[in-house]
Every structure is written in structure tokens, then in C-alpha cells.
């Protein structure tokens, strides 16, 4: 007799429609402004919820249960706009699930929803937002510092466009695909701790490459006269080129993590100094 019950869900789970890739890429395009109509009460609900939509109204004649489940993706959510792909295809599979199989509870959708929220929203500003950007922005203003002009605008707009929707694509597909199982897959494989860490090395190497082009501090001062006469920026270049723009870096890198300064109070200080160093002729 189970095994006849366990036949007839089997035969019934393949015959109940799925989400067609036309479905699911409609679902992609309204993941695109899950900021729309954000809020200080509910922040992204808007946008989730018009992500949903297609699901919703497809699996949903009923009047009520139609309301019902717009009322349940109103709820609260806020997490990385570029990663909240993820909960979207899981949300899809999971809400696919329950008004099909009745079988889960409709709460369980909203938790689910809630436990993604910080994982990922510390993924997506860290790698995302923390990393990806910086490295792309400093290499398309290298391009631009090149003489390379539109170049690296386009370098940039591209490349985070490759990033971004990469990302929200893998999140709608995969999350839909795999459900709940993907997020497991992806913290209990510790592929998010080696990209961090590659990520990490890669833009600390960068950003450090670019500090003598974009930290120039000249002192124009000279000691002596005549033939003996010792200008001090041209002797510190001939040791360590851009040493003073490194050492200056370095400072405001000690001041900001070790004695937690701000840095806005850091940048009104450096245009004080710079203007009152070419004042007093100190700087040039």
C-alpha cells in the first residue's frame, strides 16, 4: 500500500506543471529591481514580492490563496540587492512546492527567507561590493590614467554588468534548481572562504599598485645654494619612488583600524594640510 502511495506522488509530481525557463527568466528580469519601492519598514519586500509574481500568478487561481501568498512575500527582507537572487529561486521552488504539494508549511518559505538574509548579505558587500568594484574601478582608472579614455568606462560598466548578472542568474537558476540545498552546498564546500581569501590578496595587490599614482605628495624644498644645492623630493625619488605618498597610506591606514578615526574627520584633515602645506610652501 506505501509503495502504491509513494508510485502515486511520484506520478503526481511529474505531471504537476514546472516553472518553464520563459517563467523562470521573467522572474530574473523582476529580481533586477528588487530595490524598487524600497522602505524604511520592510526595505526590498516590494521587490521581492514583484520577483514572485510570476509564480504566484501562475500557481494561483484562487482569489484568496492569490492574496495570501502576495501578503506572505511582503514581509520584511533586506540582504544584498545582487545576491537576494538566491532566496528568490529558493522562494520560487519552495512556493512552487506548497501551492502544488501542499506539503510544507508556508512559514517555512519566510524563514527560509530570513536565514539567507545575513549570510548573504555579508557575501555579496564583501565580495561583491568590497572587492569585485574596487578591483575593477582601479584597473578602469589605470586605463583612463593610460590615455585610454572610454575604455576603461566601458571596462568598468562591463565588467560589473558580467559580475552582476552572472550572479543573479546562477542565484534564480540554481536557487530554483537545488533549493534550500544550494546554500548548504556552497558553506559546506568553504568556496566562499578561498574566493575571499584569493579576493582578497588580489585587491590588496592592486589597490597597493596604485597608491604612487593616485597619493603624490611633492616638497618642494631646497637646502643650500650655488652648486652644492639638495632638493629633498628629488633625492627621496631617487631612493623610493612615491615613498612619502606609501608612508602617508600607511597612516591613515594605522589611524582608521587601530585608533578607529573616522574617515571623513581623515579626509577634512589631509585638504587642511595639503592646503595649508602649499600656503607655507611646504608642499608643492
Known amino acids: 500500500m506505501s509503495d502504491q502511495v509513494s508510485t ?22 523582476n ?28 500557481y494561483y487561481d484562487d482569489p484568496d490563496d492569490k492574496r495570501e501568498a502576495y501578503e506572505r ?26 501551492a502544488t504539494e501542499r ?53 568598468f560598466v562591463i565588467g560589473m554588468s558580467i559580475v552582476s548578472l552572472g550572479v543573479r542568474y546562477f542565484g534564480v537558476f540554481q536557487g530554483y534548481k537545488q533549493g534550500v540545498k ?5 558553506q559546506s564546500s568553504g568556496l566562499i572562504d578561498k574566493i575571499s581569501d584569493l579576493a582578497a590578496i588580489a585587491a ?6 596604485f597608491i604612487p599614482g593616485l597619493v603624490i605628495i611633492n616638497i618642494p624644498i631646497e637646502i643650500g645654494s650655488g652648486d652644492s644645492v639638495l632638493n629633498i623630493q628629488q ?22 583600524t587601530k585608533k578607529k578615526i573616522s574617515a571623513v574627520k581623515l579626509i577634512l584633515i589631509t585638504m587642511v594640510i595639503g592646503i595649508a602645506g602649499v600656503y607655507l610652501g611646504i608642499l608643492g
Open 8 to 29: 502515486a506522488t511520484e506520478v503526481q509530481s511529474e505531471e504537476t506543471p514546472k516553472l518553464t525557463n520563459k517563467e523562470l527568466w521573467r522572474v530574473f528580469r
Open 31 to 58: 529580481q533586477l529591481t528588487i530595490r524598487c519601492a524600497n522602505n524604511y519598514e520592510r526595505q526590498q519586500n516590494a521587490g521581492f514580492t514583484q520577483a514572485m509574481m510570476p509564480v504566484i500568478e501562475k
Open 73 to 98: 512575500h511582503m514581509e520584511y527582507f533586506l540582504t544584498n540587492d545582487i545576491t537576494s537572487a538566491i532566496p528568490v529561486g529558493v522562494a520560487a521552488a519552495m512556493e512552487e512546492r506548497y
Open 103 to 155: 506539503d510544507i508549511d508556508p512559514d517555512s518559505i519566510n524563514a527560509v527567507k530570513t536565514a539567507l538574509m545575513g549570510p548573504l548579505a555579508g557575501i555579496g558587500d564583501s565580495l561583491l561590493n568590497g572587492t569585485a568594484r574596487p578591483i575593477l574601478a582601479g584597473l578602469a582608472i589605470s586605463f583612463i590614467q593610460a590615455g585610454l579614455g572610454w575604455f576603461g568606462v566601458l571596462f
Open 182 to 186: 544550494l546554500v548548504a552546498k556552497i
Open 204 to 209: 590588496y595587490t592592486i589597490v597597493g599598485g
Open 235 to 256: 633625492t627621496l625619488d631617487g631612493l623610493v619612488p612615491g615613498l612619502l605618498g606609501v608612508l602617508y597610506t600607511l597612516l591613515m591606514y594605522v589611524l582608521i
